[in-house]
């Protein structure tokens, strides 16, 4: 699960339907918190979006996930607490990734948002990843983010492909990337474990 992901690890819509597993009272299940969400996610005006983002097959998620992220946004006033915590577990990615690539004196100087920050770790990171093994395919992503920018595009639906194709050639070459993924991977375990806490039931004092 990525950072951002609205999907349950266990939605593979090649092996299941569209049913969701009843909580059996006193299951202690680690998953019983996934089918919790789910009835939340269900629950407001998105039902419709979060059920085609939710079992379609991966080619098709840049697509479905930008439908159900605009309709909970129109629809903030339910949503909030899951839009929220994305946003808080992105903004603590970005402090993570910064620690690592830029110089703690340019962290004093400056702040979260500012252009000469945000330049020069576009820099430390694009060096860093001509490293590796993996630069052709870092390069075919970027050309074809600024080619849907230009154009005014969808980026993660045109570069989807390319885009995993990168993801799986730094997954490969774990051993060089792993600075860069070691903060991806902790965003999406954080943010698991802040959801299941939102929809977990409450001890009573």
Same mark, same amino acid.
């Given at each position: 699960?990525?950072?951002?992901?609205?999907?349950?690890?266990?939605?593979?819509?090649?092996?299941?339907?569209?049913?969701?597993?009843?909580?059996?009272?006193?299951?202690?299940?680690?998953d019983n918190w996934r089918y919790r969400?789910?009835? @939340? #996610?269900? *629950? /407001?005006? %998105?039902? &419709?979006?979060?059920?085609?983002?939710?079992? +379609? =097959?991966? !080619?098709? $998620?840049?697509?479905?996930?930008?439908?159900?992220?605009?309709?909970?946004?129109?629809?903030?006033?339910?949503?909030?607490?899951?839009?929220?915590?994305?946003?808080?577990?992105?903004?603590?990615?970005?402090?993570?990734?910064?620690?690592i690539f830029l110089p703690s004196t340019?962290?004093d100087q400056t702040k979260e948002g500012?252009?000469?920050?945000?330049?020069?770790?576009?820099?430390?990171?694009?060096? @860093? #990843?001509? *490293? /590796?093994? %993996?630069? &052709?395919?870092?390069?075919?992503?970027?050309? +074809? =983010?600024? !080619?849907? $920018?230009?154009?005014?595009?969808?980026?993660?639906?045109?570069?989807?492909?390319?885009?995993?194709?990168?993801?799986?050639?730094?997954?490969?070459?774990?051993?060089?990337?792993?600075?860069?993924?070691?903060?991806?991977?902790?965003?999406?375990?954080?943010?698991?474990?802040?959801?299941?806490?939102?929809?977990?039931?409450?001890?009573?004092?």
């Amino acid at each position: 699960m990525s950072s951002t992901d609205l999907k349950p690890e266990n939605s593979d819509p090649k092996s299941q339907n569209n049913q969701v597993p009843s909580e059996e009272p006193g299951d202690s299940s680690s998953d019983n918190w996934r089918y919790r969400f789910q009835d @939340f #996610m269900e *629950g /407001g005006a %998105c039902k &419709e979006s979060y059920l085609d983002y939710h079992y +379609c =097959f991966d !080619e098709e $998620e840049p697509k479905y996930k930008e439908v159900l992220e605009k309709c909970m946004n129109a629809h903030s006033d339910y949503y909030e607490p899951v839009l929220a915590l994305l946003e808080t577990c992105k903004e603590q990615l970005t402090n993570d990734i910064e620690a690592i690539f830029l110089p703690s004196t340019i962290l004093d100087q400056t702040k979260e948002g500012d252009a000469e920050r945000e330049e020069m770790l576009e820099e430390k990171v694009l060096a @860093f #990843m001509k *490293g /590796g093994g %993996c630069e &052709e395919q870092c390069t075919a992503w970027r050309d +074809c =983010f600024e !080619e849907a $920018e230009k154009n005014k595009e969808d980026v993660d639906i045109k570069c989807a492909g390319v885009h995993a194709m990168w993801f799986n050639c730094m997954d490969a070459h774990s051993d060089y990337f792993h600075p860069f993924l070691a903060p991806l991977k902790t965003a999406g375990e954080d943010f698991e474990k802040k959801l299941e806490a939102f929809v977990s039931p409450k001890q009573a004092d």
